[in-house]
C-alpha cells in the first residue's frame, strides 16, 4: 500500500533524482529574489563587500577572497549597475542552495513515499519555506554579506554527503568524499563557515564507514584536495601589494614596491595569518562567556522567530510565537520521521543541525542581541541583531520543518478512504502552511525600491566642501562612501578616515598613500562652486610611515589635555572618549587638525555623536549639513551662523542650500519603513536637522519654509518609526562631564 512505510531502499534502487525540477525551482526562487531585489547598496556591510568586489580590494578579516573573485566576475555582467550584479550574486547563491534542498528533501522522501509527485510537492515545500525564512531572504536580495554564497557551498557539500551516505562503498564514494574536502577547503576561502558542515561530514563517515579513517592514501588525498580549496588566500597578499583604496588588513610586507622576496616574506605571512584568524576582533577565548549561555539560545529563539512572521512593527507578536513553535514543532517531527525512515543520511543531517544551532551559538559566544529583551538594562549589547551568523540553522531547520508537514500530509491521507491519488490530493491542503512565511516576510525581507543608503552617502559626501577630510565613526557612516566613491565615483576628492580603523597600523598607512582626486565641480553641489579652494599639493598628514607606525596605540593620560594648533586650543577631556584615553585614531585625529587648517577642510560626521565635544572642539565646530566642519579659529554668531548647545554654531545658508539636494529623506518616506533599529540614528539625524532648519526660518518668519521642513520631520519620523524605537531602546550610559578644575597636560602630538 502506497501510504505504509516502505522497506530500506539502496541506492541502486533509488529513484534518479529530478534536477530538472530541482532547475525549476531554482529558477522561480531567483525570480522571487529578482522581483524584491534592492536595486543598489544597503546599510552595514554591503557596500564594503559590493567595492571590494569591483576594485578587487580586500574587505575585513578574513578578507573573504572566494567572494572577492566571484563579486569581481558578477560586477562584469552587463546587466544593471555595479550593485544590482553583486546583489544577483546573492540572488543567485540562495536560489541554487533551495534547489539543492529540493533534491535533499526529495531523496529523504523517497524512504517513506512510493508517490513521485508527493515526493516531488513535499520538496518543492522545504525549498520554498527555505527560500523565505526571513534571514534567508533578506540576505538573498542584497549582498549584505558573504553568507550567500556560504550557503551554497553548505547546500552542495550537504547533497554529495547524502549521496555518499546512500553508497558509501560504491563505485564513486571516494571520489565524493575527495570532492566534499576540496569545497570545503574552498568555501573557507570565502568565509570560515565552510567549516560549518565539517563535522556532520565526519560523523556520517565514522557511522557510515568507520574504516575509513585508517586508508591512508584517502586520507591523504582529502587533506591535499581542501589545500587545494585554500589556495585562493594566495590572492590576498598579492592584492594587497597593489594597495588598492579598500585593503583592510594589509596583508602583504611590501610597503613601498612590489616584490618576489617581500610578497614572500616572514611580515607578508604575519599578516596575512592575523587576517584569516581575525586577530582584529580579539574575540574572547569560549570559557569567558560574553553572556550567560541561556541568553545566547535565548538571542537564536528570537531571531528563530522572526524567520516565520518578521513582524519587526511588533503588531502580532502572539501570532509569531505561535508560528515560531509550529515551525519548532514540525521541524523536530520531521527529524524524528527522518531517523525512523532514512538512518543513511541522519547520520549526516541530524549533526549537521546540531551543529549549526547549539553548537554555533557556543562558539559565535556573542553577547546579548541588539533587539534581546530591550527592558534589560546594564548589559553588554551586540551592535546590531545577528541574525545572519545562524542563516545556515534557519536553512537547514526548514527542510526538517518541510519533513515534518510531508509527514503530517501523509498521516492525514492515510485516514480518509478512497483511491491513493485522492487521498494525497483531499490532505494536500496541509502544505500552505510551508507558504506562511512566502506571505508574511515580503513587506520586511524585500529591498525593493530601497535606496536610502545610496542617498545617504551622497549626502554625507556632499555636506563636505572640496577636498577636504571627514571623521566618521562605524560601520553605516564609512562603508555607504566607500561604495559612493569607489563604485559610483561621487566625491573622490574627500578622504574618509573613519576612527574604528585609525588605531590600527595598516590603515592609516592607506590614507597616507591616498591619491589626491581633482573635485568635479559640475557634479558637485551648487553651494561649492564659486569657492575657489585650489588642489591640495601637501599630504593629509606631515607623518611619514615610519613615523605612523611609531603612534602609541594610547597615550596613558585621563586627566584633561591642552590642544593647540594655530589659534585653536581645545581641551581634550579623555573621560569622554570612547575608552577613556586618547587612543592612537584619536592621535591621528588631532593631527590630522595640525596638519591641514588652512590647508584643505576639516570635518566631523554629526553621526560621531559627541566626539566633537570629547575633543574640546565644540568652540570651533561649524555645522554645515550632515557634517561639522572645524574652523581655525572660535565661530562668532552672525546673521546666518546661529549657536545651538551642545553642537556648536550652525551655518545656515549653507545647510539650506545642501539640504535642498539631499535625497535621502523622500527615499525613506517613499520606502515607508525602516526596520534595522541600531542605524535608527542615520534617519533621526535628517529629523533633526529638519527640524533646526524649521526652528531657523521661524526665527525668519517664512512660516511657509518651517511647515514644510516641519512636516517633512514628522513624514520621516513616522516613516522610520523613530518615537518607537527610541521608546524600545535600553538605557545608556551618559558620557561624563568636562571641567571638573583638574590639572591639564600637553598632548604629545608630533610637530
Known sequence: MALARSPKILIHDTPAPSYGIAGLVGLAVFALYVITLAPTTAMWDASEYITAAYILGIPHPPGNPLFVLLGRVASLMPVGSVA???????????????????????????????????RIVAAVTAALLGA??????????????????????????????VRWCDD???????????????????????????????????????????????????????????????????????????????????????????????????????????NVNRDQYGKPDLTLRQAPFSAQMGMWWLYFKWQWLRDSRGTAPAMQLLLALGFLALGIYGGV????????????????VLTVTVALVYYMNFKYGSSQAPGLSGVAREVRDRDYFYLWSFSTWSVWA????????????????GPDA????????????????????????????????????????????????????????????????????????VTVAVTSLLSTDWYPRGLLRRKI??????????????????????????????????????????????FQAGTLKAVVDPRRLEYGVPTRGDLIVLQFIKDNLNVRPVYIARTSGGYVQALGLE???????????????????????????GVGHIDVRRTLDLWNGYGMPKAVISRGDWVDRPSIGIPALYIGTASMIAEVLDRRADSTGSDRMRKIAMDLAESTRLMDFMQARAPSRAPSESGDGRAQQKIPIRP
Open 84 to 118: 544590482v550584479r553583486v546583489n544577483l550574486l546573492a540572488a543567485f547563491c540562495s536560489s541554487m542552495s533551495a534547489a539543492i534542498w529540493f533534491l535533499v528533501a526529495e531523496r529523504v522522501l523517497v524512504a517513506w513515499s512510493n508517490i513521485r509527485w508527493t
Open 132 to 161: 523565505t525564512t526571513f534571514t534567508v531572504w533578506n540576505q538573498s536580495v542584497v549582498n549584505e554579506k558573504v553568507y550567500t554564497v556560504s550557503l551554497a557551498f553548505f547546500a552542495v557539500v550537504s547533497w554529495l554527503t
Open 168 to 274: 558509501p562503498d560504491g563505485p564513486v564514494a571516494d571520489r565524493l568524499l575527495v570532492m566534499i574536502a576540496y569545497l570545503i577547503g574552498l568555501g573557507y576561502c570565502n568565509h570560515p563557515a565552510g567549516l560549518l558542515v565539517g563535522p556532520a561530514v565526519a560523523v556520517a563517515v565514522i557511522v557510515r564507514r568507520p574504516r575509513t579513517l585508517v586508508r591512508w592514501r584517502l586520507l591523504l588525498a582529502g587533506a591535499l584536495a581542501m589545500v587545494l580549496g585554500l589556495t585562493p588566500f594566495m590572492v590576498e597578499p598579492i592584492r594587497a601589494a597593489w594597495h588598492p583604496a579598500l585593503n583592510e588588513g594589509e596583508p602583504t610586507g611590501c610597503t613601498d614596491k612590489i616584490g618576489f622576496s617581500c610578497t614572500f616574506s616572514h611580515t607578508t605571512a604575519v599578516r596575512l595569518m592575523a
Open 337 to 352: 520521521t527522518h531517523w525512523r525512515y532514512e538512518k543513511p543520511s541522519f547520520w549526516f543531517f541530524g549533526p549537521l
Open 402 to 417: 518541510a519533513l515534518g508537514l510531508a509527514a503530517l500530509w501523509k498521516d492525514l491521507a492515510g485516514r480518509i478512504t
Open 422 to 493: 485522492r487521498r494525497w490530493m483531499a490532505s494536500s491542503p496541509i502544505l500552505l502552511f510551508g507558504l506562511i512565511p512566502f506571505a508574511g516576510n515580503w513587506r520586511d525581507a524585500s529591498r525593493a525600491r530601497e535606496t536610502a543608503t545610496r542617498e545617504w552617502a551622497h549626502d554625507l559626501l556632499n555636506s563636505v566642501e572640496p577636498y577636504g577630510i571627514l571623521v566618521t565613526l562605524g560601520d553605516n557612516d564609512t562603508f555607504p562612501l566607500w561604495y559612493a566613491q569607489e563604485v559610483e565615483g561621487i566625491r573622490p576628492d
Open 517 to 562: 582626486t581633482p573635485y568635479d565641480a559640475a557634479h558637485g553641489p551648487a553651494a561649492y562652486r564659486n569657492l575657489g579652494l585650489p588642489v591640495p599639493t601637501k599630504p593629509i598628514l606631515s607623518l611619514t610611515i615610519d613615523q605612523l607606525n611609531a603612534i602609541p596605540e594610547y597615550v596613558d593620560v585621563r586627566e584633561p589635555q591642552i
Open 619 to 645: 568652540p570651533y565646530a561649524l555645522v554645515q549639513g550632515l557634517a561639522v566642519k572645524i574652523m581655525p579659529s572660535a565661530v562668532m554668531p552672525t546673521a546666518d551662523t546661529l549657536a545651538a548647545p
